[in-house]
């Protein structure tokens, strides 16, 4: 079993930053794809950025130029930089990864709780 534990949401003003960090543990595991998602009232979970174990990044055309998702293999653990945040990036964000656990090939995937980031105009 794997745990994340996320933080780093809150209250902004447009315009401004915040950094948002996702850390997991447990044993026996190795995570592969690391990634970020979102969900605004009244509407679907979307992806915004996810990063694979070597570091090649995809971002949503949204984000693009404002958010960077970046990773520590050594301390299981993804960032997600939010710059020049806008009033429609207010949304749960949660974490999302794709591990092996010991020695089996199956990935599968552990979620976040979520963290509010609120961004007002």
């Known amino acids: 079993q794997v745990e994340l534990v996320e933080s780093g949401g809150g209250l902004v003003q447009a315009g401004g930053s915040l950094r948002l960090s996702c850390a997991a543990s447990?044993?026996?595991?190795?995570?592969?794809?690391m990634g970020w998602f979102r969900q605004a009232p009244g509407k679907q979970r979307e992806l915004v950025a996810r990063i694979s174990r070597g570091g090649t990044t995809h971002y949503a055309d949204s984000v693009k130029g404002r958010f960077t998702i970046s990773r520590d293999n050594a301390k299981n653990t993804v960032y997600l930089q939010m710059n020049s945040l806008e009033f429609e990036d207010t949304a749960v964000y949660y974490c999302k990864i794709e591990v092996t656990h010991g020695g089996y090939s199956k990935l599968v995937d552990y979620w976040g709780q979520g963290t509010q980031v609120t961004v007002s105009s």
């Open positions: 447990g044993s026996t595991f190795r995570v592969y794809v």
